[in-house]
């Protein structure tokens, strides 16, 4: 398996530019997180969903933020417009609910700057 | 509510040391748990886990655990650092069948000095 697949693994841009993040999970995971982890918040969940639908976005930090899943192998995440403070690395992992006691797996990040 | 706590954000061990990292959950139903590692400009990836059975579980690189139920904890340990071993490690939770019933620590940075 090519495991959870995440691009562009780097991305540099200016503040006010749209950014948007790709995730593809593992096939047949019904889960699927975006977490962002910066030095000082740690590792941070913004959402997630199940089964392509967006469940709990509690996390996500304001309204510039924004995900969708149009379906079981693909993922966005959206930065409209991009902040310096949303410098980070963005994680996206995926699971199988009741499967492997729920452990997720993780893609190798994309490491957004916002200069 | 479940919970992770680990205790120790930073932790500082001597090469060939005994490496001790702490975790305590809580929860209302048996958990699994579960520690991941973090390479420096990697993503995290699973170095063990306990569901059922031997509560002292084996993982990776001479990575061993231990659940004990009656302390609510799961601390890892590694007999030997090695330089190798510096990385960010997160103990995690789960406490049901459903894949958001998953929760993550605030990870400990461990730092093995030559």
């Known amino acids: 398996d090519a495991g959870v697949i995440q691009s562009p693994r780097h991305e540099v841009t200016e503040m006010g530019q749209e950014v948007t993040l790709r995730c593809k999970p593992i096939?047949?995971?019904?889960?699927l997180f975006w977490y962002r982890q910066t030095m000082m918040r740690g590792l941070e969940l913004l959402i997630y969903?199940?089964?392509?639908?967006?469940?709990?976005d509690s996390g996500m930090p304001e309204d510039r933020f924004s995900a969708k899943m149009p379906n079981a192998s693909f993922s966005t995440l959206k930065i409209q417009p991009s902040e310096p403070r949303d410098s980070a690395v963005y994680f996206c992992?995926?699971?199988?609910?009741?499967?492997?006691?729920?452990?997720?797996?993780f893609g190798p990040g994309t490491r957004l700057t916002v200069l | 509510a479940q919970s992770v706590t680990q205790l120790g954000s930073h932790v500082s061990v001597s090469e060939g040391a005994l490496v001790l990292l702490r975790c305590n959950y809580s929860?209302?139903?048996?958990?699994?748990l579960f520690w991941y590692v973090q390479y420096p400009n990697q993503g995290l990836q699973l170095l063990l886990k306990?569901?059922?059975?031997?509560?002292l579980v084996k993982g990776i690189n001479g990575f061993e655990a231990e659940f004990k139920k009656s302390e609510t904890s799961f601390h890892l340990t590694k007999p030997s650092a090695h330089m190798s071993d510096a990385a960010e490690y997160f103990c995690?939770?789960?406490?049901?069948?459903?894949?958001?019933?998953?929760?993550f620590g605030t990870g400990t940075s461990l730092t093995v000095i030559p």
């Open positions: 096939s047949g995971h019904d889960y």
């Open positions: 992992a995926s699971s199988v609910a009741g499967l492997s006691y729920n452990e997720q797996f």
């Open positions: 306990y569901t059922t059975g031997a509560t």
């Open positions: 929860s209302s139903v048996p958990p699994y």
């Open positions: 995690a939770v789960s406490v049901g069948i459903r894949g958001n019933q998953f929760y």
């Open positions: 969903f199940n089964n392509n639908v967006p469940i709990d």
